[in-house]
């Protein structure tokens, strides 16, 4: 499974990005997606994600801001963020498990959104 995201970029606090990850290699509904993200020094962070009931689930401190969705079609997963913070700054990684099941994770690549 290849996952290859976009749309990283630097953005003045309280804008907004959309990040994308296409995937492939695999039957994309067969996947359970999620947005991670990763500030130098810290732990990786689930962000966002959907659950095998297709169910979305969100970090407190990005619900009412960040929008996870998904068009199988394009085998895309998309991440709308608005409001942006600062504290919003990180590596932010797309994330596959196959089956919905953690142990099968695929990671891609990362983009970095930096919030000044």
């Known amino acids: 499974v290849q996952l290859v995201e976009s749309g990283g970029g630097s953005v003045q606090a309280g804008g907004s990005l959309r990040l994308s990850c296409v995937v492939s290699g695999s039957t994309y509904s067969s996947n359970c997606m999620g947005w991670f993200r990763q500030v130098p020094g810290k732990e990786r962070e689930l962000v966002a994600s959907f659950k095998g009931d297709g169910s979305t689930s969100y970090v407190d401190s990005v619900k009412g801001r960040f929008t996870i969705s998904q068009d199988n079609a394009k085998r895309t997963l998309y991440l709308q963020m608005d409001s942006l913070m600062p504290e919003d700054t990180a590596m932010y990684y797309c994330?596959?498990?196959?089956?919905?099941?953690?142990?099968?994770?695929?990671w891609g690549q990362g983009t970095q959104v930096t919030v000044s």
């Open positions: 994330v596959a498990d196959r089956l919905c099941e953690s142990r099968n994770r695929y």
